[in-house]
């Protein structure tokens, strides 16, 4: 699948085409160990923006209806698709049957010491960990990720070396962020992992994009 999307004509395509973020941005070649990131907000956003899935533009979700703000960048990983497999391996990992994949890309979230003013940008991100989040039956982990050569979190390597302060953010960002009043709190995030598990679930998440979109290039270049 890679391979056909990074061919000669896709490269073309891109000069006159802008590329839908989910689709026509590489994943990296030293993925999953280093990835791009599709940045869609930054901690000053009060308002949530998402990708929108068919045109490929950033587009408004909904306002923020509280004052919690987004500590870190947001976004999500290219090629990548929250199926089977990872469902699977949520399934497994918490002993619980019947968690299925969200259907959207990994999202993943990057530290950095830097002030970024907007989304809508590629970020090179190393995944040192993740939060195995479920909404309802849906496995909806979050990848946490360093800027790759920030100054303060560059050097990490795993989500045990950040303080702990950093993490208690990022969950209980995540925790609230879809509350609405009088509404039951569906999300839970009963682990929280380390690099090498965030590897294993965007490796998982590549495959099951291969299994989803395998006819894509195809589609897109005539192949």
Known sequence: MADRLSDPIGRLMGLRYKSHPWHGVQIGANAPREVVAFIEMVSTDTVKYEIDKESGYLKLDRPQKYSSLLPALYGFIPQTFCGNRVGKFCSEMINRPGIIGD??????????????????????????????????????????????????????EDVSELPEIVVKRLKHYFLTYKDLP?????AEIPDTYGAEEAQKVIGLSMEDYSDRFDNLGSLLYGK
């Open 103 to 156: 259907g959207d890309p990994i999202d993943i979230v990057v530290l950095t010491e830097k002030t970024i003013a907007h989304g809508d940008i590629l970020v090179d991100a190393k995944p040192i960990g993740g939060f195995r989040m479920i909404d309802g039956k849906e496995a909806d982990d979050k990848i946490i990720a360093v800027m790759r050569n920030d100054v303060v979190y560059g050097n990490y």
């Open 182 to 186: 009088g509404t039951a709190m569906l």
